[in-house]
């Protein structure tokens, strides 16, 4: 009974090897153009306000779940795919691949980007980069990338990972999960610059060799996600109901 809520290892996984490279080329795709939208949404001097980076993510997010989700889940995080592999959803190697392949595209977004800039258009964001607003302690950031990768987590089990939930009551994933995006951007970009995405925040680190307060961009969004995918799974999962099976009744 414990085996069905624990992680898995995950072999049969990735015994199928073309539906995995789908995978995980699908994920590295997804990834690319999550940086390279929404961080590029970040540049272009005082314009790019909050909401316009809180919609872009947003919307990048919903537009490549709705093109990619049926291949590889669209996981493009790997806060997400961490929460998913606590609540059973895909295994350790999957899961381990996943996270690889994932920030290898969000260099290549972030690389990409820098092609098409330059230093002028990038002083701004300097391609997206999230820092840790220096009025609010590190640990400060960290709580607010727990919370709002908590968030999401959430909302993706509610509205996409839930097997015993309706289809009618799920309504449009992709859009609740952008949408969740958004507003946790709208919050905390003041803050942290809202990663929520340890990838999204590797990318630009990476070709920046900029990694001050990185570690909060990797511990806060995943410990965020695993706490939000065991609190979901214990307390949140819809019930699952067993078909009624027919009584035959007898008349006098």
């Known amino acids: 009974m414990a085996g069905n809520f624990l992680p898995y290892l995950g072999i049969e996984e990735i015994k199928q090897v073309v539906p995995l490279l789908k995978s995980l080329t699908a994920e590295l795709i997804g990834t690319l153009l999550l940086v390279l939208i929404g ?48 609540g059973r959803k895909i295994g350790l190697i999957k899961a381990l691949l996943y996270i690889v392949v994932q920030c290898l595209g969000a260099t290549l977004g972030s690389g990409i980007l820098m092609a ?25 950031a960290f709580g607010i990338e727990f919370l709002i990768t908590f968030v999401l987590i959430l909302v993706i089990f509610g509205a996409a990972a839930d097997d015993n939930n309706t289809p009618n009551v799920k309504g449009s994933a992709p859009l609740a999960i952008g949408l969740s995006i958004t507003t946790c951007h709208l919050f905390a970009i003041p803050f942290t610059g809202s990663s929520m995405n340890p990838a999204r925040t590797f990318g630009p680190a990476l070709v920046l060799g900029d990694w001050n307060h990185h570690w909060v961009y990797w511990l806060g969004p995943i410990l965020g996600g695993v706490c939000s995918s065991l609190i979901y799974q214990l307390i949140l999962r819809a019930p699952s109901y067993a078909p009624v099976s027919k009584v035959e009744t007898h008349g006098p």
């Open 39 to 86: 961080c590029g949404s970040c540049l272009g001097g005082p314009s790019a306000d909050f909401v316009r980076i809180a919609l872009a993510f947003g919307v990048t997010v919903a537009t490549i779940a709705q093109s990619i989700g049926h291949i590889s889940g669209c996981h493009i995080n790997p806060a997400v795919t961490a929460g998913l592999f606590v």
């Open 116 to 140: 098409l800039s330059n230093e002028t258009i990038r002083g701004y964001g300097g391609l997206g980069m999230t820092s840790v607003n220096p009025k609010i302690s590190a640990g400060q």
